[in-house]
């Protein structure tokens, strides 16, 4: 059974940095696309960043140039560094996981097979 376990969330002030990470634990097989979505309250979950099995990434306009995604296979863990945080990156952060390359191609929420519990991030301006 696959697990995710999220962990780094926090709250900072507008302009700081945070560093999630996801501990992937369970996974027999050889091909598994990863990706960080966020839920904001009343709002739906949204993508943020997918990192495919040969290290290919793609960005949701809103982060990009600010977040990183990376893994460390030999860990099993994937992360997300957060630079430049802004007051609407206030959310719940999951990380994902499929098998599917569309997963990592359309980079939405109802492609992903397996889901940690979230880590809150709350950003103060």
């Known amino acids: 059974q696959v697990q995710l376990v999220e962990s780094g969330g926090g709250s900072v002030q507008a302009g700081g940095s945070l560093r999630l990470s996801c501990a992937v634990s369970g996974y027999t097989g050889s091909s598994l696309y990863l990706a960080w979505f966020r839920q904001a309250p009343g709002k739906e979950r949204e993508g943020v960043a997918g990192?495919?099995?040969?290290?290919?990434?793609r960005y949701s306009d809103s982060v990009k140039g600010r977040f990183a995604i990376s893994k460390d296979n030999a860990k099993g863990t994937l992360y997300l560094q957060m630079n430049s945080l802004k007051p609407e990156d206030t959310a719940m952060y999951y990380c994902a996981g499929d098998e599917r390359f569309l997963s990592w191609l359309h980079l939405q929420p109802s492609l992903y097979a397996y889901w940690g519990q979230g880590t809150q991030v709350t950003v103060s301006s």
């Open positions: 990192i495919g099995i040969n290290g290919n990434i």
